[in-house]
């Protein structure tokens, strides 16, 4: 029997000495994870945040994140997603210009389509919608 | 080959009449050419929609007991003009509410349209004839008398899209514009825009009968900022901004799906409109520019980090490259972004052929043609 594979959006917030920790090494050498960078806001003497998606077997998932939190690094599940209101949204594609991770495109109908999975959160849509139809929610 | 309105109603009563979207022209005269769709085609739908800033509505609220003459007035919060006789107002799209400033003129009017009801605050100095000095009340555009809107700039016949070379996020009415060329965002519907596909004005005049906001409405004169001498290329057609259209109708009688509000961050309030108009095909010409498609039609790219009157050219681009998602800008690969909806002109352009074949739509004959030496001056500011 297989162990169940499971994925996971998270954020991880970090003081910065700890910005020196090769945590991703970590993660993909002692906990067997496939380790996704969707966001990195890394700068010297400030905070670093870093929005990871992690895949692989579930309790050597739930090992590395006992990892990440030993090392005094916070993590938080990205349970927020952007919501598309399709009965606001014209189709018009200002988003579609700014959306730098291609989750929001055209389709063949000229109609938007919101790709989930591809999105990172980074709000941009939210803000550039004349229309106002997306929201991020929790 | 030569074709007349009169003809075209006849046949549209007789359930003879053959009608087609822009984009199925196109398609046919791919296959059979001008000629022979000249003469099976009689009519070709057009449609827009998008953000039209130089929109807004005439209202007339009726008189209270005992009468008042009203001076200032708001409508949720957001000004109308009032100074029109005693209760004749004119509410712009892009007023802003002094309350919210993501809410406007736009949104009143939709909310209208949806049948909500309106806060009215209205001011006057008090007269003999209109004794009463202030209300504040709710309408509802049933309630009511009259809900006229007049739009005078709809419809650019063309649009300049827009790109920034800065290295700071501009906020525009064409959207955000990123820095370093990150983005480039355009307007007009390409192959279905209405003054696209009769550029020299030869079917779309005054009293022009059109698809407006979900009703039937005319073309009441040529918009404001009409540039019509505007050099044509090779097809015929302006590249960039020229020719526009003054819009009437009745807002009571409208659908609030082709009838938005819109708020463009760090711009303002505008309203985004659906407007179709169908083109009969009266000769082999026409026919000809009803087929252009949107590798046919160019617009040029400007720069919007220069904050002036006459912004620098980037390129010249086709409406199928835009289209496409990316555009090539010193050989970096630019996003794309539209302000207008292709899918809704598509729903347009349908809904009209399926009111010309339900005989719920006839075509009109053009009282005056639009003037086609008009171009647009700038205004100088002169100390005294």
Redo the contacts between chains.
């Keep these: 029997m297989s162990a169940e594979i499971v994925k996971k959006k998270l954020i991880l917030s970090f003081s910065p000495e700890l910005a020196e920790l090769p945590i991703t090494y970590h993660l993909v050498k002692d906990f067997d994870l496939v380790v996704n960078i969707l966001r990195a806001q890394i700068s010297p003497e400030k905070e670093g945040r870093l929005m990871l998606e992690l895949e692989g077997e579930k309790g050597k998932l739930e090992r590395g994140i006992s990892y990440l939190q030993s090392n005094k690094i916070r993590v938080d599940s990205l349970e927020k997603e952007l919501f598309h209101d399709k009965e606001l949204c014209?189709?018009?594609?200002?988003?579609?210009?700014?959306?730098a991770s291609r989750a929001l495109?055209?389709d063949e109908?000229?109609?938007l389509k919101f790709i989930k999975e591809k999105c990172v959160m980074c709000g941009?849509c939210v803000?550039?919608c004349?229309?106002?139809a997306f929201k991020i929610e929790l | 080959m030569v074709r007349t309105i009169d003809e075209i109603n006849e046949k549209i009563e007789k359930d003879e009449v053959v009608v087609l979207t822009a984009k199925e022209a196109y398609d046919l005269v791919k296959e059979e050419g001008v000629k022979k769709a000249a003469s099976k085609v009689d009519i070709v739908t057009t449609g827009t929609?998008?953000?039209m800033c130089s929109s807004g509505v005439f209202l007339n609220f009726g008189h209270t007991e005992p009468p008042l003459k009203m001076e200032t007035i708001t409508l949720n919060s957001v000004p109308a003009y009032g100074y029109i006789a005693a209760v004749d107002a004119y509410l712009g799209a892009t007023a802003r509410s002094y309350e919210n400033p993501?809410y406007g003129g736009a949104h009143v009017i939709e909310d209208l349209l949806s049948g909500k009801r309106v806060r009215l605050e209205a001011s006057g100095t008090g007269t003999d004839c209109y004794p009463k000095k202030d209300i504040d009340t709710k309408i509802t555009l049933d309630q009511i008398n009259e809900a006229i809107m007049f739009n005078p700039r709809n419809c650019y016949q063309n649009y300049a899209a827009a790109t920034n070379s800065s290295g700071t996020r501009l906020y525009t009415y064409m959207?955000?514009l990123?820095p370093k060329y990150?983005?480039?965002?355009y307007a007009t519907c390409g192959m279905w825009s209405p003054l696209l596909k009769d550029p020299e004005y030869r079917t779309i005049g005054i009293g022009t009968r059109i698809f407006f906001g979900g009703s039937i409405g005319y073309v009441a004169w040529h918009g404001t900022q009409h540039n019509s001498a505007k050099p044509r290329d090779e097809n015929n057609l302006p590249i960039g901004p020229a020719g526009t259209l003054a819009l009437i109708g009745d807002l009571k009688s409208m659908n609030k799906r082709y009838v938005?509000g819109?708020?463009?961050?760090g711009y303002g309030v505008?309203l985004?409109m659906g407007v179709g108009i169908p083109i009969p095909v009266i000769d082999e010409d026409m026919m000809h520019q009803l087929s252009l498609g949107n590798e046919d039609i160019k617009t040029v790219i400007v720069d919007y980090s220069v904050a002036s009157r006459s912004r620098p050219i980037v390129r010249e681009v086709s409406y199928q490259e835009l289209r496409s998602?990316f555009v090539e800008i010193h050989g970096k690969k630019v996003?794309?972004?539209?302000?207008?909806?292709?899918?809704?002109a598509?729903e347009i352009a349908t809904i009209v052929k399926q009111m010309i074949l339900e005989k719920r739509f006839f075509l009109s004959e053009p009282v005056e043609p639009l003037p086609k030496d008009r171009i647009v001056k700038p205004l100088e500011v002169r100390r005294r």
């Design positions: 014209v189709n018009c594609g200002l988003c579609v210009g700014v959306c495109v055209l109908n000229d109609e941009i803000k550039v004349p229309r106002r | 929609f998008g953000a993501e959207g955000a990123l990150g983005n480039v965002n938005r819109a708020y463009f961050e505008s985004m998602g996003p794309t972004g539209s302000t207008s909806s292709w899918a809704l598509r």
